[in-house]
């Protein structure tokens, strides 16, 4: 038998590659970032963090000491183009600077977002001041959100939740109910609605709730693919998940 070696070609070029940090027990994200980005010129990577129950604002810091490490086993040694972390409380118990810090430790020069940054950066571009929410998190949680917005300059004036302490019970929420419920919040003195948690399935209602409500309607995970399109330069136009994605 003769063997022949032969040499490889290797790609030119790659897609925008983006880096997905996941709570171990969110049922729902990666659904959300591919029913958005399928299809399309990116390749999207996760890896799952190690979660700690109940909610609480030290547990949330705690599982954020792993990032690094995490980060580092996507696509080992090799670019990201940006790298989401996918956890609302647990980026603003944990501090922006830190989960971007830590993530630049294990992939260099790398773009971050997260969905409470992302937020943010969507409300400042819809030049929304004006916000009802609504989130799954127990008091504890909830009183750190308010502060978060308030520190940002954003009014609240409604704020209604479920008080959930479990990430995985989150995530079991009845999409049906979550509408309803949904639907039924008084909005009429605020620009938007936002919905907070990366494990509610809110993404692909937000256009019928936007019809319902007549108002704007963001989502943790709708904003965090937003913006992660937006630190890649992805210029195609998004529709059908809210009015978000026309600016």
């Known amino acids: 038998m003769k063997l022949k070696k032969i040499e490889p070609r290797y790609k030119e070029k790659n897609n925008p590659r983006v880096g997905l940090i996941t709570l171990a027990t969110d049922f729902n994200i990666e659904k959300d970032f591919n029913e958005i980005i399928d299809h399309k010129k990116i390749d999207l990577y996760c890896n799952r963090i190690h979660s ?19 980060a580092a086993d996507i696509l ?18 944990a501090g922006y600077k830190s989960i971007h810090d830590k993530v630049n430790i294990a992939k260099p020069n790398t773009k971050v977002t997260t969905p409470i940054t992302s937020n943010i950066n969507a409300l400042n571009v819809l030049k929304i001041k004006k916000l009802s929410i609504f989130t799954p998190y127990t008091n504890e ?19 209604a939740f479920f008080d959930i302490a479990s990430d995985l019970d989150i995530g ?5 109910y979550l509408f309803e419920i949904l639907c039924k ?3 009429s003195k605020n620009d938007a609605l936002f919905v907070s948690c990366t494990a ?18 963001l989502s943790s995970n709708q904003t965090l693919i937003w913006d992660t399109l937006k630190q890649i330069n992805y210029k195609n136009n998004i529709k059908d998940f809210g009015e978000l994605f026309n600016n």
Not at 153 to 159: D, V, Y
């Open 52 to 70: 700690y129950n109940p909610l609480t604002n030290e547990n949330l810091k705690k599982m954020a000491n792993d990032i690094t490490n995490v």
């Open 76 to 93: 080992p040694n090799q670019k990201l183009d940006c790298v989401a972390y996918g956890c609302t409380s647990g980026t603003i118990a």
């Open 141 to 159: 949680i909830n009183r750190s959100v308010i502060n978060f917005f308030n520190k940002e300059g954003i009014e609240i004036s409604e704020f």
């Open 172 to 176: 079991k929420v009845n999409p049906d």
């Open 185 to 187: 919040l008084d909005v």
């Open 200 to 217: 509610l399935p809110v993404l692909t209602m937000i256009k019928d709730l936007e019809k319902k409500l007549g108002k704007i309607v």
